[in-house]
């Protein structure tokens, strides 16, 4: 019996030290802690009372586009150059996976470079009926705006107007699956007016801005209401520092993952809370 005893005890004693690795591995060290401060979103633009009027990129919602009779002449793909019959025959992937194009005049390209405030034609394809995720994600200022569409199998055509200059990288998604990217460089506007006025249907309810620090966890993925909107590598550098902007006014879930190189997830936490526009908060996780 005392022999059974010591290993008893022995083996409780392991189990408990094992389960205190465990823990200390799973959760971050510390409290999350939220801290919060004005904010303005960039690219206001001063008016002559001394109020800013405020400049939000936007992306209108998808038209259906009837391809037939409405073909691009070319499609460049980097310093490739083909007509589009060429394209869909060739490429075996194109029609079964989703695809995001910039649209000027008569050519589709994934690169293009425009003014802030110039409008960007878009062309979706989606080879399915299901949702669609657009990303636009900002390498300047390292924030990330997202788009949730309701797609029918076809194409469709979308404006958007970008504000902020620098460089942009669009993504689209269907389900599980990727689609490809497109990058936009936004050039500073050459001059601003000192007035102009306010179109009431281009009026922003407002944002806020998020930033999510640790010093301890890197690698980690950044989901609002379930969706995914970035990681803290969003920006090229893994340095444990995520930013994006959400709709303001609102009740959020944020939950912050980490994953290990199996995909296993060793790091979760979510908060819900109420975003006030115009704030800017700060998650500080350990």
């Given at each position: 019996?005392?022999?059974?005893?010591?290993?008893?005890?022995?083996?409780?004693?392991?189990?408990?030290?094992?389960?205190?690795?465990?823990?200390?591995?799973?959760?971050?060290?510390?409290?999350?802690?939220?801290t919060e401060e004005p904010?303005?979103?960039?690219?206001?633009?001063?008016?002559?009372?001394?109020?800013?009027?405020?400049?939000?990129?936007?992306?209108?919602?998808?038209?259906?586009?009837?391809?037939?009779?409405?073909?691009?002449?070319?499609?460049?793909?980097?310093?490739?150059?083909?007509?589009?019959?060429?394209?869909?025959?060739?490429?075996?992937?194109?029609?079964?996976?989703?695809?995001?194009?910039?649209?000027?005049?008569?050519?589709?390209?994934?690169?293009?470079?425009?003014?802030?405030g110039e409008a960007v034609?878009?062309?979706?394809?989606?080879?399915?009926?299901?949702?669609?995720?657009?990303?636009?994600?900002?390498?300047?200022?390292?924030?990330?705006?997202?788009?949730?569409?309701?797609?029918?199998?076809?194409?469709?055509?979308?404006?958007?107007?970008?504000?902020?200059s620098g460089r942009l990288?669009?993504?689209?998604?269907?389900?599980?699956?990727?689609?490809?990217?497109?990058?936009?460089?936004?050039?500073?506007?050459?001059?601003?007016?000192?007035?102009?006025?306010?179109?009431?249907?281009?009026?922003?309810?407002?944002?806020?801005?998020?930033?999510?620090?640790?010093?301890?966890?890197?690698?980690?993925?950044?989901?609002?209401?379930?969706?995914?909107?970035?990681?803290?590598?969003?920006?090229?550098?893994?340095?444990?520092?995520?930013?994006?902007?959400?709709?303001?006014?609102?009740?959020?879930?944020?939950?912050?993952?980490?994953?290990?190189?199996?995909?296993?997830?060793?790091?979760?936490?979510?908060?819900?809370?109420?975003?006030?526009?115009?704030?800017?908060?700060?998650?500080?996780?350990?």
């Amino acid at each position: 019996m005392r022999l059974s005893h010591y290993l008893w005890v022995a083996a409780f004693a392991s189990t408990f030290v094992m389960l205190l690795a465990l823990s200390a591995w799973a959760m971050p060290e510390g409290n999350p802690v939220w801290t919060e401060e004005p904010w303005t979103k960039p690219g206001g633009v001063s008016m002559e009372n001394g109020a800013q009027e405020s400049r939000v990129t936007v992306l209108s919602d998808p038209i259906y586009f009837n391809l037939s009779g409405n073909e691009p002449e070319s499609i460049h793909l980097g310093e490739r150059q083909l007509n589009s019959s060429d394209y869909l025959s060739n490429t075996a992937c194109a029609p079964l996976f989703s695809e995001l194009w910039i649209a000027k005049d008569s050519v589709w390209t994934r690169y293009g470079q425009v003014t802030a405030g110039e409008a960007v034609d878009l062309i979706v394809h989606t080879p399915r009926d299901g949702s669609g995720d657009i990303y636009l994600v900002s390498y300047a200022n390292s924030t990330t705006m997202h788009w949730n569409f309701k797609f029918l199998a076809g194409y469709y055509r979308l404006r958007l107007t970008p504000e902020e200059s620098g460089r942009l990288f669009m993504l689209l998604s269907q389900g599980s699956d990727p689609g490809n990217a497109l990058i936009l460089d936004i050039q500073p506007r050459q001059s601003e007016p000192s007035f102009s006025p306010v179109d009431v249907n281009s009026i922003s309810m407002g944002d806020a801005f998020v930033t999510i620090k640790s010093q301890r966890i890197k690698g980690f993925d950044v989901f609002v209401d379930g969706v995914f909107y970035c990681n803290d590598n969003s920006d090229g550098s893994l340095d444990g520092i995520a930013s994006l902007t959400i709709g303001g006014g609102k009740t959020h879930t944020i939950t912050i993952s980490q994953r290990d190189g199996m995909g296993g997830i060793i790091n979760k936490n979510e908060h819900t809370k109420s975003f006030n526009r115009d704030t800017h908060y700060t998650l500080q996780m350990d």
